[in-house]
């Protein structure tokens, strides 16, 4: 299984970005899928995962990103809207055969699966 994430670079609060996870060998279905984001020095943070179920979005970017999938293209995407400078970090996606449940959502090495990472900037 391989995941590669792409669609990151600079862009001027308030601007948009969409990024891209392209999945070679991951069957989508019933699994989970998320994004992440770690910023110099802090911890991998949880942004958005999408399960059978539906979407669970973190209160930090509710309302301005969105998680969705093309089954078509074995492909998930972040949709990053109004961005804000806090929004800077390197931008993960992560995958895992299982239903993760809602608490763990968040727990990085639930993942299996992991890209290696799109930097995203947001600079005026």
């Known amino acids: 299984v391989q995941l590669q994430a792409s669609g990151g670079g600079l862009v001027q609060p308030g601007g948009s970005l969409r990024l891209p996870c392209a999945t070679s060998g991951f069957t989508f279905g019933r699994n989970t899928m998320a994004w992440f984001r770690q910023a110099p020095g802090q911890e991998r943070e949880f942004v958005a995962a999408?399960?059978?179920?539906?979407?669970t979005i973190a209160n930090s970017v509710k309302g301005r990103f969105t998680i969705s999938r093309d089954n078509a293209k074995n492909t998930f995407h972040l949709q990053m809207n109004r961005l804000k400078l806090e929004d800077t970090a390197v931008y993960y996606c992560?995958?895992?055969?299982?239903?993760?449940?809602?608490?763990?959502?968040?727990?990085?090495?639930?993942?299996?699966?992991w890209g290696q990472g799109t930097q995203v900037t947001v600079s005026s």
């Open positions: 992560a995958a895992d055969p299982r239903v993760i449940i809602q608490s763990q959502l968040g727990v990085p090495h639930e993942y299996e699966y």
């Open positions: 999408m399960r059978w179920t539906g979407t």
